[in-house]
């Protein structure tokens, strides 16, 4: 089915693991974000990537890497978790930038750090 | 740079009472606002937006914004509220320069039977 898939939908890991978040979207969307929800904060936003091979921080980049070798896929990696990366992540696509096509958001990850 | 301010975290409403969701923001340039709703458990879903041109927008399920420039409001409201609009709400502005969506900290609208 077309839509955009997150994966795991919950994950539970320990301080200073590297953890791994996938985000894989059918439609060819030039655009890609991840952003996390933090009661309170509402979504801010990680990364996010134009195109293939382009990538761009966001407003809360610290800690985290992407990359983007394929279109179709979004991979976020904690590199050393730490507790205040507890959160919701929400991996999202466009057809173009985020204001003149909607984003289209996958359900989320949970991630718990110990 | 841009922010959003969601005034109320939460607004408790009864069915079929009308209910207004607010939202501000700031910005030193022409801005492009959204309203996304997210149910429990899910991703987040565009309800409507505010390019251009007529100031009152409207979505498929009843709701309208309306903006308003020299408040800086994006206020989202419906005349009749059911339970199934139960959701948390979030604004969203973005320049018409940018990719960056930038998001309030969400309003959770709780419709009591």
């Known amino acids: 089915d077309a839509g955009i898939t997150q994966s795991p939908r919950y994950k539970i890991t320990e301080t200073g693991r590297q953890v791994t978040l996938m985000c894989h979207q059918t439609?060819?969307?030039?655009?890609m974000f991840w952003y996390r929800q933090d009661l309170g904060h509402g979504l801010r936003l990680i990364y996010y990537s134009a195109a293939a091979d382009i990538t761009d921080k966001g407003e809360v980049p610290d800690g985290y890497v992407v990359s983007r070798s394929k279109t179709e896929n979004f991979p976020l990696t904690l590199e050393s978790a730490t507790r205040s990366q507890t959160s919701v992540y929400f991996c999202?696509?466009?057809?173009?930038?985020?204001?003149?096509?909607?984003?289209?958001f996958g359900n989320g990850t949970r991630l718990t750090v110990t | 740079a841009q922010s959003v301010t969601q005034l109320d975290s939460q607004v408790p409403v009864f069915e079929e009472a009308p209910v207004e969701l607010r939202c501000n923001y700031s910005?030193?340039?022409?801005?492009?606002l959204f309203w996304y709703v997210q149910y429990p458990n899910q991703g987040l879903q565009l309800l409507l937006k505010?390019?251009?041109?007529?100031?009152l927008v409207e979505s498929i399920n009843g709701f309208e914004a309306e903006f308003n420039k020299s408040q800086t409001s994006f206020h989202l409201r419906k005349p009749s509220v059911h339970i199934s609009d139960t959701a948390e709400y979030f604004c969203?502005?973005?320049?018409?320069?940018?990719?960056?969506?930038?998001f309030g900290g969400g309003t959770r609208l709780m419709v009591k039977p």
């Open positions: 969203a502005v973005s320049d018409n320069a940018g990719n960056m969506l930038t």
């Open positions: 505010y390019l251009s041109g007529s100031t």
């Open positions: 910005s030193s340039v022409s801005v492009y």
């Open positions: 999202a696509s466009s057809a173009q930038g985020s204001y003149n096509s909607p984003l289209h």
């Open positions: 439609w060819s969307h030039s655009y």
